[in-house]
């Protein structure tokens, strides 16, 4: 579980400090405004946060693990800000990072409960992964160690905490092949593989 943190000065044409603007934080294409703490850890969440006298505001957004909800990386926001002195001022395509961006990789070899499934004309092999790593959109790779091939890959039923991996092994049983399964994304990943 973790929070990002987000903070900014708001100011005027002029450059000076507004204080008293309303924050409030958006889903990209919601009317909702999200669940915003004023602190890292702990506190009741608020719909808004105020700016300073020196226009200084700051809030935090929780991940998607925090108890009573919360959002992933690939999430996309806008924040809204308004008050009696200044034009409604909206910045879009927001994004935070909850964690660093971790690489994790997993033996496509039978301690992991391999041979893949084969599909099709055999050469397509496919698995479930439960990686936990809080992002829709994971940077994958299947990767030959012997050889140091990539095959093409494709996912389907795709989460913020598992994805079926699908690769071509080129007519060669992915199963007697030193393959790994690449992944990059956020968070530590709690890895369970699943046929």
């Known amino acids: 579980m973790a929070r990002s943190h987000y903070w900014q000065y708001i100011l005027n044409s002029e450059g000076q400090p507004l204080g008293g603007a309303v924050i409030r934080v958006f889903r990209t ?3 909702d405004p999200i669940i915003l703490y004023t602190q890292s850890a702990g506190g009741d969440p608020v719909p808004s946060v105020t700016s300073r006298s020196d226009g200084f505001f700051e809030f935090w957004v929780p ?12 999430d996309t926001f ?18 935070f990072l909850f964690k660093p961006p971790r690489m994790w990789s997993e033996s496509m070899v039978s301690t992991a409960g391999f041979p893949l499934s084969a599909h099709g004309d055999g050469t397509i092999y496919s698995k479930k992964f439960v990686h936990n790593l809080n992002t829709r959109y994971p940077f994958i790779q299947v990767w030959n160690t012997s050889t140091n091939t ?5 996912c ?26 690449v992944f990059l994304g956020y968070d530590d990943p709690i890895i369970n593989n699943e046929e």
């Not at 990539?150 to 494709?154: E, F, G, H, K, N």
């Open 29 to 31: 294409l919601s009317s």
């Open 63 to 74: 991940d998607i693990k925090e108890s009573g909800g919360g959002y992933s990386t690939n």
């Open 78 to 95: 806008k924040l809204v800000a308004s008050g009696s002195t200044m034009l409604e001022t909206t910045i879009t395509d927001l994004q």
């Open 150 to 154: 990539l095959y093409p890959v494709s």
């Open 156 to 181: 389907s039923s795709v989460s913020v905490s598992s994805t079926i991996v699908s690769a071509v092994g080129g007519g060669v049983g992915l199963s007697s092949l030193p393959i790994r399964v």
